[in-house]
């Protein structure tokens, strides 16, 4: 079975800019989350999708930051416009419903804003 | 939200030696779970335990549910396990919050 694939692997923006990063998650997961990574913060919760509708949208992040689930295999994560804190590794993951699935991870997409 | 905490933030290592690593949070949770990253790399989920001890291969992990604690032990360390530990702390349903992670350094 695929794991959760993320594209781009890697993306360079300039201040202002619109990104937009991808993501599939594991083929009959029910849950799919995006979180930020920095070294300063850590993990931060940025979008929660159960079934394809939002369960969570980190206040935080609501300004600039608008993710979407728009089938059950595909979800996509925009970022408009960009500003250089930014700058961060994004990582996606799903899950099966419920508290005792296994959460499965992509390889995150590395994001640096000039 | 649910606070986590982890230390040590990191920790050098000869290889053999043991490590343990501490994770305590902040609300009542009724999942802790365990990932590894490596440098760049993608998580990859350790151990899942929600109370008691728990053992796989050279990992134990102790979870103390009423006290908001949990720890991460790692018997003879080898080179391969540098790393960043991260523990994630869990509800009802699957979200986890994560601690920022304690950085293992095992050298020969």
């Known amino acids: 079975d695929a794991g959760v694939t993320q594209t781009p692997r890697h993306e360079v923006a300039e201040k202002g800019q619109t990104i937009i990063l991808k993501c599939e998650p594991v083929?009959?997961?029910?849950?799919l989350f995006w979180y930020r990574q920095t070294k300063i913060q850590g993990l931060e919760l940025l979008s929660y999708?159960?079934?394809?509708?939002?369960?969570?949208d980190g206040g935080a992040f609501k300004d600039r930051f608008k993710a979407e689930m728009l089938n059950s295999s595909f979800s996509t994560l925009k970022i408009q416009p960009t500003e250089p804190k930014d700058s961060a590794v994004y990582l996606c993951?799903?899950?099966?419903?419920?508290?005792?699935?296994?959460?499965?991870f992509g390889e995150g997409s590395k994001l640096t804003v000039l | 939200g649910q606070q986590v905490q982890q230390s040590p933030a990191s920790l050098v290592l000869q290889e053999g030696e043991n490590a343990e690593l501490q994770c305590n949070f902040s609300s009542t949770a009724t999942r802790l779970q365990w990932f590894y990253q490596r440098p760049g790399g993608s998580l990859v989920s350790l151990l899942s335990?929600?109370?008691g001890t728990k053992h796989t291969g050279r990992l134990t992990s102790t979870t103390v549910t009423k006290e908001r604690r949990g720890s991460l032990h790692i018997s003879s360390s080898q080179i391969t396990d540098s790393g960043t530990y991260l523990c994630?702390?869990?509800?009802?349903?699957?979200?986890?919050?994560f601690g920022k992670g304690a950085k293992l350094t095992v050298s020969p």
């Open positions: 999708f159960r079934s394809k509708s939002l369960m969570e």
């Open positions: 994630a702390i869990g509800g009802t349903g699957s979200k986890l919050s």
């Open positions: 993951a799903s899950s099966q419903q419920g508290n005792t699935g296994q959460l499965y």
């Open positions: 335990n929600p109370s």
């Open positions: 083929s009959g997961h029910n849950d």
